[in-house]
């Protein structure tokens, strides 16, 4: 595969260069091409590509090559710190409403991860000593409420449910007045998958979000997304104003570009990553992390780091 | 479908703007092809023969690269293996396999519906008894489509409930028997392994079937679907592929890299969630709606 040694493809194209002096414009660019093959087989957006190219080109040419690195490891370097700085440098946490219940609704594309993610999500507020609530806002899967009931008794947390008869704004709105009368603090609101395109059921979601003010909406993306990435979560965030991003199934072996491309369109953060089937499965998000997964090269970056 | 006019019009509008065949057009043929999740592999290779075919053929209008890109492109989907299910001759198996969400479950009760209407005697097999009810999911597309289910619980050997289906299937004279399985990603060895065991179980307790097994790929999954084909193709023995998801905006450009890199063909295609929305995949029509030149 392309990116397989794209550590060493740029110390090839870059090795005519002594290890001391400054990058020329002629080096970068020929660096940059390999970056650029990298990223479009990471399924990063064309587009995010194409930009971040030209940043990372702006900083690289002229800049000088540390003692300690070769030219090589030096573009990586910066090409590393962009894509970090791209990807949000810091965690971002859950924030939580100043009057509970703070309600979280989970939304995305067919089969991302919006039941199982949901499911984990309650499990981690439980263990933070919250008491969540979850709600079966998707009436149209066949046996989405009972897979939501499932889950939630192998957590041990109760599902709300009216059955597939009832409007999903409806029951949202049902399903807070219940966490009301039954002291939970947290609400998490599981709705059915669908097309970014299909106006009827985006409109439903924008209904739900009107009716029941949700503290976060959350995107809920399949880690290996390609190009396609950018559109869904461009439509998901002007429709809805997402607040951020959970990242599903990055348990596999797919570079993940669709992180970065979400990330470039929607300025949203990402919060969590799905790391399994189990409902234990969810973890933090690690810009960092990401974006030497994406590259391919964790092992270049811990020798950079050495030296 | 809409899905695919997008790459169409882009294509027409890009020859339009260019009336000359020169570099930057080809620049923009690729990013066409890119965007649409072809992969910058097969990408580099459609651009490659386009350009000599290009010079080859001596063509210097940019309205007549298009027809040579049509050629490229159908040439690509076209392999020796029939793009057609094999389902002639009574009893088949069909297994469905795949990653997690892909439309492995959907595309069973779709399939069973089509059967059923050609006055098949389908069956199914609950075997993915590890997902929160993926059991009752599949009950309810059999309810629909008026097939039974054969099922274990929650939990149970999934080529137990495979050998159960088979016996029954055997008893029952049925023509066509369709097997669910759990979503399982590629890089996971022990569930990999499974999926392995289930294959053998059918070898031996159903030898007189004609067997299928169905990849099922999400069309708006990028480059990772070349690695899901290989490995699965080592691990099972795919005879096809259904690409799902069809109805949004992806291009499902992927399946051009798995047909002439891996030989798999794809047989059909999901473009909704209803019970009819699943279409046989015909190479040159996917191709043809490429280009806009369907309707
Ligand atoms: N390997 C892995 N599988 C996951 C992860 N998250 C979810 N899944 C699986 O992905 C599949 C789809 O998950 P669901 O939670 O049903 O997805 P959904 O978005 O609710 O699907 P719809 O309601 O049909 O739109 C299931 O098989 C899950 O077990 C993850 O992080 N890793
Ligand atoms: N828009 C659209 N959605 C589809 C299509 N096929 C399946 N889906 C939806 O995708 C989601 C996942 O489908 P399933 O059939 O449960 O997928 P699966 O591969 O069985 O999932 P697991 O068993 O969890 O691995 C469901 O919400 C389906 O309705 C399709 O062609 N188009
Ligand atoms: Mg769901
Ligand atoms: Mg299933």
Redesign the pocket.
Known sequence: MVFEGLADKLQGALKKLKSKGKLTEKDVKEAMREVKLALLEADVNFKVVKDFINKVKERAIGAEVMESLTPGQHVIKIVNEELTALMGTTQSKLTFSSKPPTVYM?V?????????????LGGYLKTMGKRPLLVAG?IY?PA?IK?LQVVGKQLDIPVFSMGDKISPVNIAKAGIEHANQHSNDVVII?T???LHIDENLMDELEDIKKTVNPQEILL?V??MTGQDAVNVAERFNEKLGIDGVIL?????DTRGGAALSVRAVTQKPIKF?????KLS??EAFHPDRMASRILGMGDVLSLIEKA | TKTRQGITSKVDQVLKTYKKVDEELFEEIEEILITSDAGVNTTMEIIDRLRNLAKERKITEAEDLKGLLKEILTDLLKIEKSNELNVNSSPTIILMVG???AGKTTSIGKIAYQFKEEGKKVLLAAGDT???A?IDQLEIWGNRVGVDVIKHQEGADTAAVIYDAIQSAKARKIDVLICDT????HN?KNLMNELGKVGKIVEREFPEASKEVLLVLDATTGQNAIQQAKVFKEVTDITGVVLTKLDGTAKGGVVLGISSELDIPVKLIGVGEGINDLQKFVPQDFVNALFGDDN
């Open positions: 989970l995305g594309l067919q089969g991302a991860g919006k039941t199982t993610t949901g499911g984990k998707d899967r989405a897979q599981d059915a998958g669908r809920v399949d880690a599903t199934k990055l348990d596999g990553v799905g790391m399994g089937e499965e969810l | 990653v997690n969400g590890f997902r929160a993926a759990a979503g399982r990603l996971k």
